[in-house]
């Protein structure tokens, strides 16, 4: 406080020489009348005629009365004429002075900002057991096959700000082939969209499905549903949901003519009861087991889809997937029997 007064003083006593007398008032009481030459942070000098020149410690000032003819009187309290205490300095310990002068201070980090867009896409190669129709003269026979086929796959995913909504795209393009003729050829898109609820434990979805298979003889399929669902777990590490809903189901299928030795086109459209059930648990930081269930259908005419496996991360965003997928739709009568396919899957996958 003190070295920005001083100079004030300083101004007030240019302005006001010649002009008329200043007063100092002690402590004591006693009041002197003169002019002020000089004030420094331990003492005023002061020129009084009855005293001459002389010079008043500033701890035994009451204050100071500056007189000026433009500005009038000023009064300068005893407090603002005392010296600054200097802060006492801090003792360091010298292995803390040390650290503080190696080590730079660290930046406060920003909360991870969520990306809305993310993704992924993968290449594997299965190795497939399934069961087919093969003609044998004038007879239909079913036949298992093992054989491998390459699988294309991956997803897309959009999720608001609010992540209360969430819309994904997902493709699979599966082939095979051998000299002879061509084993597999599957074709599959997939929108789902699903909003959750205020508690977070609660959502809403609905799927759009369009595929072909050939395996399955269809030629084209397309079903629609709409589900309610629970999150049982939504932890980092471990999440586990179920839903269940209706949904409409149509497709074109290829049916083996035994009278005509040609396949006719057979359209089924019906509405379906479907159910589906989703864990992902990660187990360490670089190993996570998926599963997945998903059930079109009753008890008597369905079609199932089971995976489980697991997922390792290599490096940064690439991961190695092994997983067991196993198919069977009834509707596909193969002597009273439905169809089925296995396949063990080993894939690289990346996520953006």
């Known amino acids: 406080m003190t070295k920005f007064i001083s100079p004030l003083i300083a ?13 100092i008032v002690l402590k004591n009481g006693d009041v002197l009348t003169g002019t002020i030459l000089k004030q420094t942070s331990d003492a005023v000098y002061f ?11 500033t701890r035994d000032i009451a204050e100071l009365r500056i007189r000026a003819e433009e500005l009038g009187e000023i009064t300068v309290p005893a ?11 801090k003792v360091v ?3 803390v002075a040390r650290q503080n002068a ?4 660290q930046a406060k980090k920003e909360p991870k900002k ?3 867009w993310t993704g992924q896409a993968g290449l594997a190669i299965a190795m497939r057991e399934s069961n087919t129709l093969r003609r044998s003269g004038d007879k239909v026979v079913e036949k298992q096959e093992s054989f491998e086929s390459y699988r294309l796959y991956g997803n897309v995913n959009w999720k608001s700000e609010s992540e209360r909504n969430d819309l994904r795209w997902d493709w699979t393009y599966r082939y095979s082939s051998s000299d002879i003729r ?25 799927k759009t499905v369009f595929q072909r298979d050939y395996r399955r003889k269809i030629e084209s399929e397309f079903l629609q549903t709409a589900e309610m ?20 189901h149509t497709y074109e299928r290829l049916v083996y003519n035994g009278s005509t030795g040609n396949n006719d086109q057979m359209v089924v459209s019906q509405p379906k009861f479907i159910f589906d059930q989703s864990l992902r648990w990660q187990m360490v930081n670089s190993l996570t087991l998926i599963q997945k269930y998903t059930h079109l259908g009753d008890l008597t005419n369905y079609h199932f889809l089971f995976s489980a496996g697991v997922e390792n991360k290599l490096v940064r965003d690439l991961f190695l997937r092994v997983e067991y997928r196993l198919d069977r739709d009834t509707e596909v009568s193969y002597d009273d029997r439905g169809y089925y396919d296995k396949a063990l899957l080993t894939s690289v996958l990346y996520k953006f």
Do not use: C
């Open 47 to 57: 020129k009084s005629s009855a005293f001459g020149s002389v010079s008043v410690n």
């Open 114 to 116: 969520m990306k809305q």
């Open 182 to 206: 061509k084993t597999d050829d599957f074709m599959n898109l997939t929108q789902k969209y699903k909003h959750t609820f205020v508690d977070n434990n609660y959502f809403a979805s609905a």
């Open 102 to 105: 190696t080590t730079p201070p």
């Open 93 to 95: 310990a010298p292995q």
């Open 11 to 23: 101004l007030f006593l240019a302005t006001a020489t010649g002009f008329a007398a200043d007063t």
């Open 79 to 89: 407090t603002a004429l005392e010296p600054a205490t200097p802060e006492p300095e």
């Open 229 to 248: 669902g629970i999150k049982w777990f939504n932890r980092p590490k471990l999440q586990l949901s179920t839903s269940a809903g209706g949904g409409y």
